[in-house]
């Protein structure tokens, strides 16, 4: 007897599936786990998924058989039992599977759309376009001043709102304010986007660099 099934990560939308050895090419995330449980005719000394020289042993009580086979990399897994006195079987058929990665997200800034001028008030509303794959959890803008003279200051990020548990894709506003932070005349805000996805090992994505140019005392 054997039941397998995919065990999928948490960052991917979607129920658990039952899975069986065969000829057919599986696409798993990385990170699936594959959960193995089954049942011989005779007594088992060990089992374990093997391939090539990668081994993942399973547990067994008697006759039973369990454990987890993760997904990280692509392979042909088989499912390998063996006896008190020492005979291995390898059960016919086998796991062939796919990994696949998650893909990084993505994130545009459709206004300003590049380099521009500062608006007098000092509030630059900005348009985010952000997606991923599966969801994007988190969002900043990275915002430094460098004054007239080429002094560049701190830093500053503010966390960009989104939806509880993320969104795959979303056209955010956002407006910057630079009010307060010590801009003079002449001087450039610089700013970025980055987000994160929801995967394992989160990704992250950037915008490059524009400049917001505060008009100076000629203009």
């Known amino acids: 007897e054997l039941a397998l099934g995919a065990v999928y990560p948490a960052y991917r939308d979607g129920p658990d599936e039952p899975v069986a050895l065969g000829p057919d090419t599986l ?19 060990r089992a374990a998924w093997l391939s090539g020289e990668r081994r993942v ?26 006896s008190p006195d020492g005979a291995i079987e390898a059960l016919p058929g086998a796991l062939v599977g796919r990994a696949i990665p998650d893909s990084a997200p993505s994130v545009t800034v459709p206004v300003p759309g590049g380099d521009a001028a500062a608006p007098t008030s000092l ?23 460098v004054s007239r003279l080429g002094t560049a200051g701190t830093p500053r990020v503010d966390s960009v709102p989104l939806p509880d548990g993320g969104i795959e894709r979303a056209i955010l506003q956002w407006v910057l304010d630079l009010n307060g932070r010590g801009f003079l005349p002449g001087d450039t805000a610089f700013v970025r986007v980055r987000v994160w996805d929801n995967a394992p090992r989160p990704q992250m994505a950037e915008t490059r660099e524009f400049a917001l140019r505060l008009p100076s005392l000629a203009d």
Not at 31 to 36: L, N, V
Not at 130 to 137: A, C, G, L, S
């Open 27 to 45: 696409p798993l995330p990385v990170e699936t786990r594959i959960s193995t449980e089954g049942r011989a005719s005779v007594p088992l000394e």
């Open 57 to 82: 042993p399973l547990t067994t009580a008697r006759e039973a058989f369990r454990g987890v086979l993760p997904i990280r990399t692509s392979g042909v897994w088989t499912l390998a039992l063996a």
């Open 123 to 145: 509030e630059q509303p900005l348009v985010l376009d952000v997606r991923d794959d599966h969801r994007v959890v988190r969002a900043e803008v990275v915002s430094r001043r």
